[in-house]
């Protein structure tokens, strides 16, 4: 539920909303607007009467909210969520923001210099597993905390921000320490106590779709992010379990209208695992481009052939300069743009341009 104040409401007001709140069992969270604050209720699984609370003054209305995700839905917050990172990249804000890199990071040449690349081609977020979920306990698991480290002197370099995964409690803790934005993959995208986790970690969250899960599930899985006091999530489209065998998953691209709709939190795409076939992944980006994803993930190995994880949809670094250029002119073409590249500067780490 949602109590709008009136736009002359007082401080005095508010608090007696709030104690009003508290005093029935619930939690309350104010929500201060442009024009006016509105003060959510939250810790209830069913309607809540509403008659103490519109008797009080100052009270415009109260909003039921519909949906069992509250303060991931859109009647919660109407304007769009815009994530800020430490190298200026926004996402949600209209830009589209390219988080690129190898599915792991498997040393120091191959992180470090695929970084400089994925920077000098535009994408302003790298990525690279250092915790990997793999199917078989016999798969390459990720080089831990090496890996982070490592990432950790790619940004240094670059300038560019780090989006990697945390497959449980000890590596979430880990990675909250090292990245800009933490990664929830599809897997864990249910592991509620990691969700729960997550939200205190005091870091942007990247929560996967789980490959079967519904579009309602995974806004509930980003509600428990918000529950914990976590705003910055970014949701990502990344496949679904389909049928035809013809690609590894189904990216559901009407993921990306429907979620806009329902919610106010960025949703980007992940067309590599979406795909699981190289020739796939950029006419796919595109696609989520022309949907009105707010970003993209995407998978590029120095040498995919070699990669020790996904180099099948992996791309080559000269595929994914000429997705950089196709993707901008989808962008301009709905009035959007690319998050500018960052670009050096005399002293210090590169910059946006
Ligand atoms: C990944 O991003 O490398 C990954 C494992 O993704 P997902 O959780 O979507 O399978
Ligand atoms: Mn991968």
Not at 4 to 17: K, L, P, S, Y
Not at 59 to 82: D, F, M
Request: proline share 5%; hydrophobic share 40%; with cysteine.
């Amino acid at each position: 539920m949602l109590v709008v104040m009136r736009h002359d409401a007082t401080a005095r007001d508010i608090d007696a909303v709030v104690d009003t709140i508290r005093e029935m069992g619930y939690d309350a969270r104010p929500i201060p607007g442009k024009q006016r604050t509105a003060i959510g209720l939250i810790g209830n699984d069913g309607k809540v009467n509403a008659d103490r609370i519109e008797a009080l003054n100052g009270v415009l209305e109260i909003i039921h909210v519909s949906q069992p995700y509250k303060q991931v839905s859109r009647e919660w917050k109407e304007e769009a969520t815009v994530i800020t990172l430490d190298n200026g990249t926004r996402i949600g804000a209209g830009e589209v923001a390219v988080m690129a890199g190898p599915c792991s990071v498997e040393g120091e040449a191959q992180i470090i210099g695929i970084a400089h690349r994925l920077r000098d081609q535009g994408a302003t977020i790298l990525r690279g597993g250092a915790y990997k979920p793999r199917t078989s306990p016999y798969s390459f698991q990720g080089m831990g905390v090496d890996g982070l480290k490592l990432l950790a002197r790619a940004r240094e370099e670059t300038g560019m921000a780090i989006v990697t995964e945390a497959i449980d409690a000890d590596s979430l803790d880990r990675v909250a320490e090292y990245a800009d934005i933490v990664q929830i993959g599809a897997r864990n995208m249910q592991n509620f106590s990691l969700l729960r986790r997550a939200g205190r970690a005091g870091k942007p969250v990247l929560l996967k779709r789980g490959m079967a899960a519904t579009i309602k599930d995974l806004l509930l899985s980003a509600e428990y992010l918000l529950a914990e006091g976590n705003g910055n999530v970014i949701l990502c489209e990344r496949g679904v379990r389909g049928f035809d065998t013809h690609t590894r998953n189904l990216l559901d691209l009407t993921a990306i209208p429907v979620v806009k709709s329902l919610s106010h939190l960025p949703i980007i795409a992940d067309p590599s695992h979406g795909t699981g076939i190289r020739s796939k992944v950029i006419p796919m980006a595109r696609a989520a481009v022309a949907a009105g994803a707010d970003g993209l993930m995407i998978e590029v190995h120095p040498d995919p052939e070699r990669a020790m994880s996904d180099g099948a949809q992996s791309l080559y670094p000269d595929q994914f300069a000429e997705m950089m250029e196709q993707i901008s002119v989808i962008a301009h073409a709905i009035g959007r743009s690319l998050v500018p590249p960052l670009v050096p500067v005399e002293e210090g780490v590169p910059q946006l341009a």
